[in-house]
């Protein structure tokens, strides 16, 4: 199998903190890979990481066999790696459809183009109502994104990811403070799209990681202390007890 | 400052549509300026709306970077001065071809804006306010320091720029329809570039920059391009500037005058095509009522300026497009209002400003009676 993202001995300091531990990790061509571990393991520095925004202090990452431990964030986005943010971060005073085919503009060669109507570019619009209609949001396409649900904002940030035809999407909790039904649909949509891309999704919802993940690393303290099948992780007695049992014992 | 340019509904088309509209009559009006000028008789009216479309072609590039780009750059004036000192300098050394001092104007200014731009776009919020302000100060400074130009006293430009036969810039209305057709094609050209690509790429960076990067936009070279277009426009306003008044000096940079340009285009409304047009339109007429009665005129303004931000957020545009036909009718109102008592009492000052302060105040409470009573029959 090929390797999408190797992942070697990375770590990363704030201070006395160690946030990511001699951290090593690989993706598979395809797979939906799936980071749990609890609140502060350092799950969103592992992505600030791999997206570029932070700079690790030791190891490497290579992307598609390529060294991209140095490459700054728009090179890497250029070159295939998207994200979702943990918290919304979309453009605000834009349309549903005008974020999305901002997105795929900036994956369109150079943006120096200053005469012709960029809302009326059918190279833009026309994958950017795609990939909305892939996250089931092409019904909302010219609201103001200002004025959109929280669920549908979280669904707007991956039309976003998906619209730059990425070869690798990191998901920083998109179900994070969505209802049941919300969750529902997104578990939906990313099966629908698993396969056709390789996922690093990190989520608490246990239900939807084992619903979607192919496999599963548990992250402690920055360190990773168990990757294996689903079914593995479930019986790994380490990992119950440091992750899975705390939450069994708080149900 | 971004949350005032944008009401949180969306605007419906047809609303956009009336300041559009509202905008283009307005620029073909200050077309018919020279005519109403030989019909009333009235010389001043050219000079003044001179004066008016210039700023006005400064107060659009501004709105380039402000508006849409969310770079407050409190420095904008000192393009006016360098383009001014650039053609001024070319004529004081016996270079008058227009072809010459014109486009090297704009280059200069070009440069300028780009050396400042370099320095203060690493920094964001008041840190790029003061980078920009301190940086034009600095170009003050220069041209305060310039002894062979004048210094601070500033330097007469004996001879137009010379067009050949082409135009004749000692003929007021000829030099008053050439800044009327900047004004036009500035206007034209800020709105092919916000609706561009590049223009998605700006606005983007100014609601979220950070995820313009993760997306795979180098944000800072769009900004920079967008700095340096919008000082080589407001190079040729200052081209325009010194032309007019046959006389260059630092003032045309001096910080206040950085300071008039972001009002003008607060007040028109930011981020909207027309909206710095309407402000400075506004803003030079108050000045020109307000200024007759006193020096201390800004006293004035400054109040009816938070009135216009407590009223109409977005500025005139933004009322327009809401569709608030009652704030901008009370805002043409109390111009007129303002115009009369001005006219009514020639020389004294402390009686207009009195009442007017007395009329905002009570407008103020009203508003304020109104708001109450809408939050209490909420709960
Ligand atoms: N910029 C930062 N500076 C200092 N400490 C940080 C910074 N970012 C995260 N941390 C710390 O690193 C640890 C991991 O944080 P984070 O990656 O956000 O965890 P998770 O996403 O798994 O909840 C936490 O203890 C957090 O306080
Ligand atoms: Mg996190």
Known sequence: MTEVLKVSNLVKRFGGLTATDNLSLDLRQGEIHAVIGPNGAGKTTMIGQLIGELRPDAGTIHFMGQDITAMPVHQRSASGIARSFQITSIFQNFTALDNVALAVQAHDGHSFRFWAAARKDKSLREPALQALEQVGLAHRADITASALSHGEHRQLEIAMALATKPKLLLLDEPMAGMGPEDSARMVRMLQGIKGSVTILLIEHDMDAVFALADRITVLVYGHAIATGLPDEIRRNAQVRQAYLGDEAAAE | ?379
């Open chain 2, 1 to 379: 400052m971004s949350s005032a340019s944008h009401s949180s509904a969306a605007p419906t088309a047809d609303s956009t549509r009336l300041s559009f509209i509202v905008g283009l009559v307005l620029l073909g009006f200050l077309g018919l300026i020279p005519i109403l000028s030989v019909a009333f008789e009235d010389p001043f009216l050219l000079t003044l709306f001179t004066r008016i479309v210039i700023m006005a072609i400064a107060a659009v590039s501004l709105n380039l970077i402000l508006g849409y780009g969310g770079m407050v750059s409190f420095g904008h004036a000192a393009y006016i001065g360098v383009g001014g000192y650039t053609v001024g300098i070319l004529a004081f050394h016996g270079v008058h071809a227009a072809w010459i001092q014109w486009p090297l104007a704009v280059l200069i200014s070009g440069i300028v804006a780009a050396l400042i731009g370099l320095l203060s776009l690493r920094t964001k919020g008041i840190f790029f306010i003061m980078i920009t302000l301190a940086l034009s100060q600095l170009v003050y400074y220069l041209g305060n320091g310039a002894f062979a130009y004048g210094g601070d006293d500033g330097l007469n430009i004996m001879k137009r720029s010379d067009f050949g036969g082409l135009l004749n810039l000692d003929n007021r209305p000829t030099f008053y329809y050439l800044c009327w057709v900047i004004l036009l094609a500035t206007v034209f050209f800020v709105h092919r570039t916000v609706n561009s690509r590049f223009g998605m790429v700006l606005q983007g960076a100014k609601s979220n920059d950070r995820r313009m990067a993760t997306i795979g936009f180098p944000v800072h070279r769009y900004q920079l391009t967008a700095f340096v277009l919008a000082g080589m426009i407001c190079g040729l306003a200052g081209v325009l500037t010194a032309t007019f008044t046959g006389f260059i000096s630092p003032a045309m940079m001096h910080w206040s005058r950085s300071g008039d340009l972001i009002v003008m285009v607060v007040l028109g409304g930011m981020g909207s095509l027309f909206g710095p047009v309407f402000g400075t339109v506004a803003f030079l007429l108050l000045e020109e009522v307000l200024s007759s009665w006193t020096e201390y005129w800004k006293i004035v303004f400054g109040p009816l300026l938070v009135l216009v931000v407590l009223f109409a957020r977005g500025g005139i545009d933004g009322a327009m497009v809401r569709g608030q036909a009652g704030t901008l009718l009370a805002g043409c109102a109390a111009f007129f209002l303002l115009y009369g008592i001005h006219t009514a009492y020639e020389d004294e000052w402390l009686i207009p400003t009195l009442i007017l302060v007395a009329a905002c105040a009570l407008v103020w409470v009203a508003k304020w009676a109104v708001d109450r009573k809408k939050a209490a029959s909420h709960d």
